[in-house]
T-cell receptor
């Protein structure tokens, strides 16, 4: 099955700096890569996603890049703000043993981002 | 508005008890998932269901079972709770036919403590 590795596990930045979180995946057939943000005490929520036919996607201060050849994708947050402090999870939609996925996601280990004012 | 609810926010059970965690979604989604969340380990899939009465094991199914008798409800069962099942349990649902997104919508989580 799919395996997703996420780095770093913790990231501390000053307000206004950029933050980058990286993930690698193992299944070359994976074709959907979302990023979730989980604020303290809250449920994870989708913040941005990218499909395998796109190399980069941007939404205001956040962007995601995908390198299919190297099987890695990254989340970029520019001009960080204290409200960006949260746990971020990457994920990949791979396949189950039968070759289908049913929308099953494999998540990375998470990155605790702290933005200091 | 999308809504996934879980039966309890906090639960304390004793070792050996049978534990039921329930999840309900109101979005008519085919897919439902159960994860456990532990620090440093991310979200690990326990079981998922892609249709009523259909289920598949995830990455860590040992010690758990599931039930999906109705489309909107997905239950996680701990047959005999053990202390190593102390964790945060998250339910999620998604629409597998979403051509623009496979977004999973999460419930608020159940913090289970087994003593």
């Amino acid at each position: 099955g799919e395996n997703v590795e996420q780095h770093p596990s913790t990231l501390s930045v000053q307000e206004g700096d950029s933050a980058v979180i990286k993930c690698t995946y193992s299944d070359s057939a994976s074709n959907y890569f979302p990023w979730y943000k989980q604020e303290l005490g809250k449920r994870p929520q989708l913040i941005i996603d990218i499909r395998s036919n796109v190399g980069e996607k941007k939404d205001q201060r956040i962007a995601v890049t995908l390198n299919k050849t190297a099987k890695h994708f990254s989340l970029h947050i520019t001009e960080t703000q204290p409200e960006d402090s949260a746990v971020y999870f990457c994920a990949a939609k791979g396949r189950n043993a039968g070759g289908t996925s049913y929308g099953k996601l494999t998540f990375g280990q998470g990155t605790i981002l702290t933005v200091h004012p | 508005d999308v809504k996934v609810t879980q039966s309890s926010r906090y639960l304390v059970k004793r070792t050996g008890e049978k534990v039921f965690l329930e999840c309900v979604q109101d979005m008519d989604h085919e897919n439902m998932f159960w994860y456990r969340q532990d620090p440093g380990l991310g979200l690990r899939l326990i079981y998922f269901s892609y249709d009523v009465k259909m289920k598949e094991k995830g990455d860590i199914p040992e010690g758990y079972s599931v039930s999906r008798e109705k489309k909107e409800r997905f239950s996680l069962i701990l047959e005999s709770a053990s202390t190593n099942q102390t964790s945060m349990y998250l339910c999620a649902s998604s629409n597998p036919f979403g051509f623009t997104s496979y977004e999973q919508y999460f419930g608020p989580g159940t913090r289970l403590t087994v003593t």
